[in-house]
């Protein structure tokens, strides 16, 4: 069995990898000239060069591989990145199609995002009966993943086996380059975290949603979509259990939601002037108060799926910062 991953030296991808590889499983990924491989350099891989937006590339690549994991993607929480966050999440995906019906692939898991579901009202759980959302009000992001499942659901019904994976917040060690979420962690363990914003959001661990991309390529049905979720966690939730293990007292004070999305609304700015990682817009704190109300019973129950406890994962985060000296 050969494997093909795409977006490899990302968060998701470099870890996918680990786990294709303690299984023993063949793996080649695919990346452009420009990435930065740190997180892979030392993986046993063969490695393809090129571009998900470049056809013939990835033509080159999918020779022989039996199974392609489409992970490579582009997250924003910025405003205004419209066109590449359209061109590189749903352009991308037709040459991806195209290139595993000429390759005769046998299998594609695609991996999209929870936030390409429309969500329900506040308090109905979210589940894989809630349909694509195209045109979604929260940013182009989310609805670029939604047109690019739905382009790998028309390819389905031309004959494609493939299924699409809904990942809900992914944290975990292995983050290269560090998340917004992981900075938070960070800033934490340093004592620089003073104030936050209630909310609260479904984590998992980005471990869990390797295997289950795994899991999914080996038993998913063709078709389908899986929601690999966690563990919903309210952020004062979150700051304890951040507290509990590194004995750092948790912030006493949270904006409130009508301030943080009003300081939101204008910290792009900040962060185009300065040049700065994003950490906090009005798009990640639009995300603290959607509905996280999600199952995964559709995963646990077809895929075998099983994530850990999300003290456990937070637990693992920090001793790998401390590891790699982020701590």
């Known amino acids: 069995m050969v494997d093909l991953v795409t977006g490899a030296s990302g968060f998701l991808g470099n870890v996918l990898v680990r786990e294709l590889l303690r299984k023993n499983h063949e793996v080649c990924i695919f990346l452009r000239k420009t990435s930065d491989i740190t997180p892979i350099k030392d993986l046993p891989v063969t490695k393809y060069y090129g571009d998900v937006l470049d056809k013939e590339s990835l033509i080159n690549a999918f020779d022989k591989v039996d199974v392609v994991y489409h992970l490579a993607g582009k997250i924003s929480i910025m405003p205004g ?93 292995y983050d290269f380059p560090v998340s917004p979420l992981t900075q938070t962690f960070i800033d934490y363990a340093k004592g620089k975290l003073k104030l936050m914003v209630e909310g609260a959001f479904d984590f998992v661990d980005v471990r869990d949603v390797a295997l289950g991309h795994i899991y999914a390529s080996e038993k998913g049905r063709t078709g389908e979509s899986y929601i690999l979720s966690g563990q919903r966690v309210r952020i004062s939730e979150l700051m304890k259990i951040l507290e509990d293990i590194t004995k750092i007292k948790a912030p006493d004070h949270y904006l409130p939601i009508k301030v943080a999305k009003a300081i939101g609304t204008i910290m792009p700015l900040y962060y185009w002037l300065t040049r700065k990682k994003p950490c906090f817009t009005r798009y990640s704190v639009e995300t603290l108060v959607s509905n996280s109300f999600i199952s995964h019973d559709k995963a646990a129950k077809e895929l075998g799926y099983n994530p850990r406890p999300i003290k456990q994962c937070i637990k693992d985060t920090i001793d790998w910062l401390k590891e790699t000296g982020l701590v």
Request: proline share 6%; with cysteine; charged share 25%.
């Open 81 to 173: 990145d419209r066109l590449s966050l359209t061109k590189v999440n749903y352009a991308s995906i037709i040459n991806i199609i195209e290139a595993c019906f000429e390759k005769k692939i046998k299998k594609l898991v695609y991996t999209s995002t929870i936030h390409a579901l429309k969500e329900p009202p506040s308090g109905i759980i979210i589940d894989e009966s809630a349909p694509y959302c195209s045109n979604n009000p929260r940013g182009c992001y989310d609805s670029a993943k939604a047109n690019a499942s739905i382009e790998v659901l028309k390819a389905v019904k031309e004959g494609l086996d493939a299924v699409i994976l809904n990942p809900t917040g992914v944290i975990g060690p």
